[in-house]
């Protein structure tokens, strides 16, 4: 929803921001998607169709991130960003939770929010132990005539009637089911993985890790935040057009906003930036 006058996207107050940043998304890759567009002040469609390697440089955040001219408004040109230090933090941590959510998914194969205790924790029975591979990480998989538990190896894939599996040797210290983090995903169905396809460029994948997240997919992922923390008035737009305002409220002249924004011309960048009352004022007490 735009509220202001123009029809243009609400610029986000500094309260909004802290808000968006400490609250709003549940899991790395959506909090790494608005610190993307906020701190390069680049287009959601740009972000989302960004390479891996144009933020990292083999496993480090590169200094500068690279905004493709095939992906921009009208292709007018490739854009250098330097990154911002709190951007590559939350971008390293998206690459670290993201390594750790692949190795639970080739671990389990897959959850859902069945499998998630009230903790939102992924709990999976340590009690058995395949006969065929050691491995302790079964999933039930109904019953056999309706008497005996059937159990699928989540390693091996060989399926087991529970009466056939080996009781685990656990000491006094462990406990029968172990508990894992899932980092806030709480369908692994539905979740983009990076480094799922080792061919997929894409630095926030679409869904299980194939192409790039779709443009209603990330327009959503900022909807449904804005709409969680009750701010109105703003679109997925708003990061853009909010770090241009702050931005140029802070002094830094036109000519480096375009050169940041990527606009064509220097017309169609001032329609982005907002004025304040207090500017206004400012501006006429100059007169003396």
């Not at 009781?167 to 979740?191: C, E, F, M, R, W």
């Amino acid at each position: 929803m735009l509220i202001d006058r123009n029809g243009r996207a609400k610029v986000l107050s500094d309260r909004e921001i802290e808000q968006l940043f400490e609250q709003g998304f549940r899991f790395a890759r959506d909090k790494a998607l608005f610190a993307t567009c906020f701190y390069t002040a680049c287009r959601v469609s740009e972000a989302r169709q960004m390479h891996f390697v144009d933020a990292f440089h083999e496993e480090t955040v590169r200094d500068d991130i690279i905004i493709r001219k095939a992906n921009t408004k009208g292709q007018q040109a490739t854009r250098t960003i330097p990154t911002h230090p709190h951007l590559k933090k939350i971008l390293q941590q998206y690459r670290q939770d993201s390594l750790e959510l692949l190795r639970l998914r080739e671990l389990f194969g897959g959850w859902s929010h069945k499998n998630l205790n009230s903790e939102g924790k992924l709990v999976w029975n340590n009690m058995f132990q395949c006969p065929l591979c050691d491995s302790k990480h079964f999933s039930k998989q109904g019953w056999y005539r309706d008497k005996e538990q059937v159990r699928l190896c989540k390693n091996c894939h060989s399926y087991f009637h529970e009466s056939k599996l080996i009781k685990s040797q656990l000491d006094a210290n462990t406990s029968p089911t172990i508990k894992y983090d899932t980092l806030g995903v709480t369908d692994s169905s539905n979740y983009g993985f990076l480094f799922a396809e080792p061919n997929n460029p894409f630095l926030f994948p679409g869904k299980q890790g194939q192409g790039c997240l779709s443009l209603r997919n990330a327009i959503n992922i900022f909807e449904i935040t804005f709409d969680k923390l009750g701010i109105s008035g703003a679109s997925s737009h708003s990061c853009r057009r909010t770090s241009l305002t702050i931005m140029h409220r802070e002094g830094v002249i036109l000519r480096v906003l375009q050169e940041i924004s990527g606009h064509k011309d220097l017309g169609a960048l001032q329609k982005y930036l907002e004025v304040s009352p207090d500017q206004t004022r400012a501006a006429i007490n100059v007169l003396g």
